[in-house]
């Protein structure tokens, strides 16, 4: 990996460890996410503990803007050079997910890898709610389990489709999809990372419907 990564990697993990649920419910309650609900510093649970619809989606539309902002940076930045655009989506996910400001405590990344892998291609959105809904009714009704789902459907999935598909959706440039395909696996992978806990304490809680 030359120099050129490492940075751009590095900028996108410090971009996503701004820990905007955290921010947010500092700043209007005075307390610590980390401490109420689920404990998630996310927009699901920030809006759990306030009852805050107005909380709760800006910072879901905030952290997606995470994700879009460091994939528009890096094709600035480096431009048909790809690579750079992959290591900064996961980057930016792992920034989120284990964030250097809370001591690498933080969410599941779900806002911030819709904000990245849409900005590049619109069609892991597509996959991941496929398989949500694929696991919220078929599988389990869980949000964990569903949620767990649509990120292993995301990464099956874009490794389904021919080149020709992939290639006519992007909106970044990408001289070789199996670039974008490696991009999207290495996001799923931090995702997978964040929620097998909480699909763990799911089945340990009994909250996994039969």
């Given at each position: 990996?030359?120099?050129?990564?490492?940075?751009?990697?590095?900028?996108?993990?410090?971009?996503?460890?701004?820990?905007?649920?955290?921010?947010?419910?500092?700043?209007?309650?005075?307390?610590?996410?980390?401490?109420?609900?689920?404990?998630?510093?996310?927009?699901?649970?920030?809006?759990?503990?306030?009852?805050?619809?107005?909380?709760?989606?800006?910072?879901?539309?905030?952290?997606?803007?995470?994700?879009?902002?460091?994939?528009?940076?890096?094709?600035?930045?480096?431009?048909?050079?790809?690579?750079?655009?992959?290591?900064?989506?996961?980057?930016?996910?792992?920034?989120?997910?284990?964030?250097?400001?809370?001591?690498?405590?933080?969410?599941?990344?779900?806002?911030?890898?819709?904000?990245?892998?849409?900005?590049?291609?619109?069609?892991?959105?597509?996959?991941?709610?496929?398989?949500?809904?694929?696991?919220?009714?078929?599988?389990?009704?869980?949000?964990?389990?569903?949620?767990?789902?649509?990120?292993?459907?995301?990464?099956?999935?874009?490794?389904?489709?021919?080149?020709?598909?992939?290639?006519?959706?992007?909106?970044?440039d990408c001289?070789?999809?199996t670039e974008?395909?490696?991009?999207?696996?290495?996001?799923?992978?931090?995702?997978?990372?964040?929620?097998?806990?909480?699909?763990?304490?799911?089945?340990?809680?009994?909250?996994?419907?039969?």
């Amino acid at each position: 990996m030359n120099l050129g990564l490492l940075a751009i990697a590095a900028v996108a993990y410090v971009i996503g460890s701004i820990p905007t649920a955290w921010i947010v419910r500092r700043l209007t309650a005075g307390t610590d996410i980390r401490t109420e609900g689920t404990g998630n510093v996310g927009a699901r649970n920030l809006y759990d503990v306030s009852q805050s619809k107005v909380a709760g989606i800006g910072v879901m539309l905030a952290d997606m803007a995470k994700g879009a902002i460091i994939v528009f940076l890096a094709q600035y930045v480096h431009g048909s050079y790809f690579a750079a655009t992959a290591w900064a989506a996961v980057g930016v996910v792992l920034g989120h997910n284990y964030s250097i400001f809370l001591k690498f405590d933080g969410g599941r990344g779900l806002a911030t890898a819709t904000g990245c892998l849409t900005a590049m291609n619109p069609l892991p959105l597509v996959f991941w709610i496929l398989g949500y809904l694929t696991g919220n009714y078929v599988i389990r009704r869980q949000v964990h389990i569903a949620s767990m789902s649509g990120i292993i459907a995301t990464a099956v999935l874009a490794w389904s489709l021919p080149n020709s598909t992939l290639r006519a959706t992007m909106f970044v440039d990408c001289a070789d999809v199996t670039e974008f395909r490696i991009a999207v696996t290495g996001v799923s992978f931090v995702l997978f990372l964040r929620h097998i806990g909480a699909v763990r304490e799911a089945i340990r809680l009994g909250l996994v419907d039969e």
